[in-house]
């Protein structure tokens, strides 16, 4: 079956940096692109950053663009976060996810790895 495991999550300091990784399992990989979302107590998940099959494209929320860059390991079945210049409004739970090829949805979800950024 499909399985996401993300982990690095940890309580940094603000201006630190820190990468996130998500273990893939249960599917080709390589054909799907991935991407990585963001919860915040109190506050609805948001998208943080895509990326497509081969790694050619990546897309991100304005919030992270120019702290924050995703990337992939096809070979390794894995997707990473890597950020930088973190702040105290990047704390949230963050999920990797994959998104379906024909609906363009995202459709499985990993549980998640809290990032905590103290000011």
């Known amino acids: 079956q499909v399985q996401l495991v993300e982990s690095g999550g940890a309580l940094v300091q603000a201006g630190d940096s820190l990468r996130l990784s998500c273990a893939a399992s249960?599917?080709?990989?390589?054909?799907?692109?991935m991407g990585w979302f963001r919860q915040a107590p109190g506050k609805e998940r948001e998208f943080v950053a895509h990326?497509?099959?081969?790694?050619?494209?990546?897309t991100y929320a304005d919030s992270v663009k120019g702290r924050f860059t995703i990337s992939r390991d096809n070979a390794k079945n894995r997707v990473y976060l890597q950020m930088t210049s973190l702040r105290p409004e990047d704390t949230a739970v963050y999920y990797c996810?994959?998104?379906?090829?024909?609906?363009?949805?995202?459709?499985?979800w990993g549980q998640g790895t809290q990032v905590t950024v103290s000011s």
């Open positions: 996810t994959r998104r379906a090829t024909q609906t363009a949805q995202y459709d499985y």
């Open positions: 990326i497509s099959r081969s790694a050619g494209y990546t």
């Open positions: 249960g599917f080709a990989f390589s054909s799907y692109p």
